[in-house]
Structures are given as C-alpha cells and as structure tokens.
C-alpha cells in the first residue's frame, strides 16, 4: 500500500487501548491495525502548516516567518505564565489569544517517566496526555484561564519536574510513584491565588498504548538526516512510531514534512 501525505499529530481517540489515526492525502491510517507492518518512509520536501508555501519548515510545522507571526505557536503557548489576554492585552492576535486563552485550564501531574507537572485546556483532556504519552494522570487544579494555570505551574516545577523523559518514556522505564501522594504533598506550595481551584477528586486516569514490544534502546529517526527509512512498526506512544530496530519517529516534530509511505 502507498500513501502520500503531509504530517500532521496523529489524531488519538481513548479507549481500553488508545486508537492512533495518521492523515494521508487520500486516507486515515488505523496505526493500530499497522503494527508488525513494515514502513518506508521517504522525505519529500516541505510545505508550512499556515501558509502552506513549500519553504523550509522551522518549527512546529512552520517556516520561520509563520513562526514568529502566527498566534497559535507564540511564547505564551510553551509558557502560559505570560498570557495576557484576561487583562486584554495583544500578543499577536487578540481574538485569538481570547479564544483559547479565557477558557477552563487544567493544571495535572502525570506519569510519564517521573511525575510532572503541566498545564493544558479542559477540552484537551485526555489527549494532552496521550500525546506525552502518560501511563497515568491526575487532575490537580481546574482555573478560569491559562494565566492562572501557569502561575501554577510555575510554583509547581520548583518541586517536580515539568518535562518529560522522550528516552524513559518510549522504553516504558517509568518510576513507580504514587500520583495521589505527590499531589498531597504540593498542595502545600498552591500560590494563594489558585488555591479556591483544587480539585479534590482523586481519579487517576491510566492510559493504554498500541505497543507489542518496548525497545532496550531508542535512537530517534530524523528524516532531514535520513531521507529513506525502512522497519517494522512494533507500536505507538505519545506521539511516537517505535519500530522494531529501536528506531523511534516523532511524528509532531515532522509536522510540516510531505512523505511518501510504503505498507506491506
């Protein structure tokens, strides 16, 4: 089977396994109905995700002036502790800033390989966990608006990390930690201005993947370095193809790259 296609982050829908859909021109691929299929996969050049201009892509599937005009991939986005738009000030566009900013915010720990902290729209629950690929997770805060919810994770990361380990994480190398006690224990360190939003419900979501085989070793694919890569799917997380040899492809860090897919 051939496809063609842009790369885009791979739709998710959660169920006793999370289902992982990847866009092609012409179809949407079932990854789950894929593994222990072999992939090729063959580099053939760029085209932004806002102007759609073949130019070299950037970051987050833009090219460089996409990046740095376009609302959607601005500093506030990475750091919500410098939204601005609950005061109605403009960063680059306010009725967007507005729109996804003066919404409800969660504030989680998840576990991914050790617990972390982050922040992600109430709407994006689960897929901002799947898509760090998070064995489990726990709803910390709920706040009216992303500033808040990065002041909160601000004071937060001071005592648990807010990144993830990509490595740990593909290798289902995760730290045995109870997210229920890591939550009681931060509660203390709450700025006073996001206390009123604690969340007292201690359901711990726990998340299943499309993974028949976890590698001893990862080694991350870059398409730029290797125009042509061939391997047998062995399973989906986060974001991630993970393929039989060790070799790990980051679909969302590709976003923005048009390739060719082989299927057998």
């Known amino acids: 089977m051939k496809y063609q296609g842009l790369l885009k982050k791979m739709v998710t829908e959660n169920a006793e396994t999370i289902s992982y859909y990847l866009e092609t021109n012409s179809h949407w691929l079932n990854l789950n109905q894929l593994v222990n299929k072999t992939f090729a996969i063959t ?11 073949e130019k070299k892509i950037f970051r987050q599937g833009h090219c460089y002036e996409c990046f740095y005009e376009q609302p959607a991939v601005a500093d ?24 996804v900013q003066l919404q409800p915010h969660i504030v989680y720990l998840a576990l991914s390989s050790n617990v972390k902290v982050g922040v992600t729209r ?25 500033y808040l919810a990065g002041v909160a994770e601000v004071a937060l990361k001071e005592f648990v990390s807010d990144k993830t380990s ?42 299943n993947y499309p993974v028949e085989n976890y590698p001893i070793k990862v080694a991350s694919l870059n398409l730029e370095k290797e125009n042509f890569y ?14 039989e040899d060790g070799k790990v492809f980051n679909v969302r860090s590709f976003e923005g790259y048009k390739v060719n897919l082989e299927i057998a």
């Open 43 to 53: 580099f053939e050049g760029y085209e932004c995700l806002s102007c759609h201009k």
């Open 76 to 99: 506030w986005v990475m750091k919500p502790e410098l939204s601005k738009a609950h005061l109605g000030i403009q960063d680059r566009d306010l009725a967007y800033e507005e729109k």
């Open 122 to 146: 109430k709407t994006q629950v689960p897929t901002r966990w799947i898509d760090q690929g998070a064995n489990k997770a726990l709803v910390f805060l709920e706040v009216p608006n992303r």
């Open 166 to 207: 990509w490595q740990k994480m593909l290798k289902n190398d995760i730290a045995e930690q109870d997210l229920i006690a890591v939550k009681e224990q931060l509660k203390a360190h709450l700025p006073e201005e996001v206390k009123e939003f604690y969340i007292a419900d201690n359901h711990v979501w726990e998340l």
């Open 230 to 243: 061939q391997g047998t799917l062995k399973g989906v997380k986060g974001q991630y193809l993970i393929f």
